[in-house]
């Protein structure tokens, strides 16, 4: 049975850094494109970043282009979300997902197995 296990959130000042970890048990990430989406409470869920399964293909939200990056790493079987110039507005909940295929992570966003989430407080 394939678990994904987000770590790394926590509360950091604006203009912080914080590193989101997605590890996966059960299974091989390699065969897997990594989504990595953010809710805050009462705005719809955000896909902000996904990387296809040979990590050299991303996309990213305009709302976070240049202060965030995903990246994987085959041995250790996870994959990571880099925040850089922490705003405010970048508080919410961060899950991270797994499918197969880029399309359907990239395009249809259309995933197969969900983390249960961390929380990110950016917070003066």
């Known amino acids: 049975q394939l678990q994904l296990v987000e770590s790394g959130g926590g509360l950091v000042q604006p203009g912080g850094s914080l590193r989101l970890s997605c590890a996966a048990s059960g299974i091989t990430l390699d065969y897997y494109s990594i989504g990595w989406f953010r809710q805050a409470p009462g705005k719809e869920r955000e896909r902000v970043a996904c990387?296809?399964?040979?990590?050299?293909?991303?996309k990213y939200a305009d709302s976070v282009k240049g202060r965030f990056t995903i990246s994987r790493d085959s041995a250790k079987n996870t994959a990571y979300l880099q925040m850089s110039s922490l705003k405010p507005e970048d508080t919410a909940v961060y899950y991270c997902?797994?499918?197969?295929?880029?399309?359907?992570?990239?395009?249809?966003?259309?995933?197969?197995?969900w983390g249960q989430g961390t929380q990110v407080t950016v917070s003066s």
């Open positions: 990387i296809d399964s040979s990590g050299g293909i991303t």
């Open positions: 997902a797994a499918a197969r295929g880029f399309f359907r992570a990239s395009v249809k966003n259309e995933y197969d197995y």
